[in-house]
């Protein structure tokens, strides 16, 4: 069965703060993803990633890093956290086919 | 602009009755899936479909396999348990890059 887990679950920072989200996958995928979805609308693609050391750009980049540190891992980071960034995040991974989704960790920036 | 047009955005069913969502796509996709979204913010994936139709249950999906440009999801003999907020996303022409729908919110009741 394909897993993708994530941490925290549930974060909350003040405006400035520094955060990291966590992603791991055990499906040895390829591919892994960050995604934001906002109050009454779908998911948003932030960045992604084809392997270790590898980093794509997505649809709404701005303000977030990741890093892949390896071929489980993938990390996004916020360095400024601003209000506009409180959201859902939704980490997946997938082998050029079906994408599997972690649970997600709702982000709170104050 | 927006690639993948959900319809209809909201829904409310009586037990026991039947009814179908869509997707249309503004371009030709590579495949589609979808998931239903629980009041908690979990993500459940339903299909994921490169061609052709699938059924699981009471629930049946179909990708146009001709031109790629839309996706249903039928619902036979609605339950309260199939309450939620479903979401297309389709696979763009680059590999691995999914844009969702904005969602149809279906309400099932007694």
């Known amino acids: 069965e394909a897993a993708v887990t994530q941490s925290p679950r549930n974060k909350v920072t003040v405006t400035g703060g520094n955060v990291t989200l966590s992603c791991r996958q055990t499906n040895s995928h390829n591919y892994m993803y960050w995604y934001r979805q906002d109050t009454g609308h779908g998911l948003r693609l932030i960045h992604y990633s084809y392997g270790a050391g590898n980093l794509q750009i997505g649809d709404v980049p701005d303000g977030y890093k990741a890093t892949r540190t390896t071929q489980e891992d993938f990390f996004l980071l916020l360095e400024l956290a601003s209000p506009s960034q409180t959201s859902l995040y939704f980490c997946?991974?997938?082998?050029?086919?079906?994408?599997?989704f972690g649970p997600g960790t709702r982000l709170t920036v104050l | 602009g927006d690639q993948v047009e959900q319809s209809p955005s909201a829904l409310s069913l009586h037990e026991g009755t039947d009814s179908a969502l869509r997707c249309n796509f503004t371009t030709t996709m590579r495949s589609v899936q979808w998931f239903r979204q629980n009041s908690r913010g979990s993500l459940i994936s339903l299909f994921y479909l490169a061609s052709g139709t699938k059924e699981n249950g009471r629930l049946k999906s179909a990708f146009d396999s001709k031109e790629r440009r839309y996706s249903t999801l039928h619902i036979r003999d609605a339950q309260l348990e199939d309450s939620g907020t479903y979401f297309c996303a389709a696979e763009t022409q680059v590999v691995g890059q999914l844009t969702f729908g904005s969602g149809t919110r279906l309400q099932v009741y007694a």
């Open positions: 997946a991974s997938s082998d050029e086919g079906e994408q599997y």
